[in-house]
């Protein structure tokens, strides 16, 4: 005797189902079950008892799909928690100016701020802008010294058009006299001014643009 669809309801509870209505087919099925073994029980050949093997592994079976949906609504729950306690520690960012080391910086007001740092002297160096789709709007040379510079870009492509407001990101290219790479690191910084947590995962909201706590290197009282 094969058990009633066991298999689907553990796919269903896999693959998102909610537990409550998971552990009610599994309620379902099993109530099921004991009615058809009951049944079999009744009317089984004394000559030829059927093999209570068979009913000892259907009901493990039921037992682990069980485990499975109370395991899945624990994970769940800490998930919750999980999310709950990373937005509360996120408010704590509120009304902060932070250091972003992503790239990015918010244009707004015909202004983007960056600040780049040289660990060694370079040949050449080139600036890029590109907007949220990757596409670049600006290119231009930058500094050459080691240390740290201040970039400013006022909001205008290469042919001088205006672009709109939003998050853009910069990317320094430096080589030294021996045509190496020099590695230069960027960051920008900026209030935070909201919290977005409509993904699930809470994102810093300054000025035009969103990014994860992991982008923030400093917090300014």
Not at 93 to 114: F, I, M, P, R
Not at 157 to 164: M, Q, R
Request: aromatic share 4%; charged share 10%.
């Amino acid at each position: 005797m094969s058990v009633p669809p066991v298999t689907s309801n553990s796919s269903a509870a896999s693959t998102g189902a909610g537990a409550s209505d998971a552990m009610k087919q599994l309620s379902g099925n099993f109530d099921t079950f004991l009615t058809l073994l009951t049944t079999q029980l009744k009317n089984q050949d004394p000559t030829s008892p059927m093999d209570s093997n068979q009913f000892t592994q259907q009901l493990v079976q039921f037992s682990q799909v069980e485990q499975q949906i109370d395991t899945n609504t624990n994970l769940k729950s800490l998930i919750a928690q999980g999310t709950t306690q990373a937005g509360a520690m996120a408010t704590t960012y509120l009304g902060h100016k932070v250091s972003v080391t992503n790239g990015q910086a918010s244009l707004a007001d015909g202004a983007a701020d960056w600040t780049y740092n040289l660990p060694s002297t370079a040949a050449a160096t080139t600036l890029t802008v590109t907007n949220a789709s990757n596409k670049v709007v600006w290119t231009g040379t930058g500094e050459t010294q080691s240390g740290n510079h201040s970039f400013t870009w006022n909001g205008k492509d290469n042919n001088g058009n205006a672009l709109p407001d939003g998050a853009y990101n910069l990317n320094v290219a430096a080589k030294d006299a021996a045509g190496n790479d020099i590695t230069a690191s960027v960051a920008s910084a900026g209030q935070v001014g909201q919290i977005d947590m409509s993904s699930g995962t809470p994102r810093l909201v300054i000025g035009n643009m969103e990014v994860g706590i992991a982008d923030i290197a400093a917090v300014a009282n």
